[in-house]
């Protein structure tokens, strides 16, 4: 049973040659996407974290908006490298935008002194795993993706673009589209580094 979601786990990998390739209906992502931020835990069931998810032109006023954030403080000479990267992610189906309320972060440290300096952990660590669980979903429905970070450059830009409350606050940023090229190599550290088992 397990072999079901430890086949996708596998099989996903970092995707930067997207395109724009027919694999699924954008309404099937959507379904996706608020599924996952439905049933992805979060601390004391907070459910802390929030998503944006921009399809066809939303998604190229995100690459956008990094692209004249990034031209303000990248070298002129070095600028078209950033600018083929850059369009490399707007080239796909669109872009997931990850976000944790920091309100609810901060009622949580209120509320629950004990624990405070442990509740911005957690957020972190919960929209990881949502970002994880749409990572893999998205694989799983042959689709890639790759998990980016102009935050926090493009925050202002971003909730002022569309409107999203003051308390949103960005983590990261998932371009997706189709398959059109394979994932880089990967190297593996000896798993006995990195796991123990006692019995
Ligand atoms: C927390 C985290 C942050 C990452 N940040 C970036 C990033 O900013 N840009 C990027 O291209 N890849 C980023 N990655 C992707 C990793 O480089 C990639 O997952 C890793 O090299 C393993 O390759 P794979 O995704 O193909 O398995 C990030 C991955 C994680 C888990």
């Not at 609810?104 to 957020?123: E, G, R």
Request: with cysteine; proline share 6%.
């Amino acid at each position: 049973m397990s072999d079901a979601l430890i086949g996708p786990i596998k099989k996903r990998r970092s995707i930067y040659t997207i395109g724009k390739r027919k694999v699924i209906s954008e309404e099937k992502i959507e379904k996706i996407v608020s599924t996952l931020i439905q049933y992805v835990p979060s601390a004391y069931n907070s459910q802390s974290s929030r998503v944006v998810l921009l399809f066809g032109g939303e998604s190229s006023k995100f690459w956008n908006i990094t692209k004249e954030t990034l031209r303000k403080i990248v070298p002129a000479d070095s600028f078209e490298k950033t600018e083929k990267k850059l369009a490399g992610f707007d080239s796909g189906y669109g872009t997931i935008l990850f976000f944790e309320d920091q309100k609810t972060v901060n009622d949580l440290m209120t509320n629950f002194p004990l624990f405070k300096d442990n509740f911005p952990l957690w957020s972190c660590q919960s929209v990881g795993m949502l970002q994880f669980a749409v990572w893999t979903a998205l694989e799983a429905e042959g689709l890639g993706a790759s998990l980016q970070h102009y935050n926090p450059l493009v925050d202002d830009a971003v909730k002022k673009e569309w409107k999203l409350p003051e308390d949103w606050r960005l983590f990261a940023e998932m371009p997706f589209g189709s398959v059109e090229g394979p994932a880089g190599p990967k190297d593996f550290l000896p798993i006995e580094t990195r796991f123990k088992v006692f019995r």
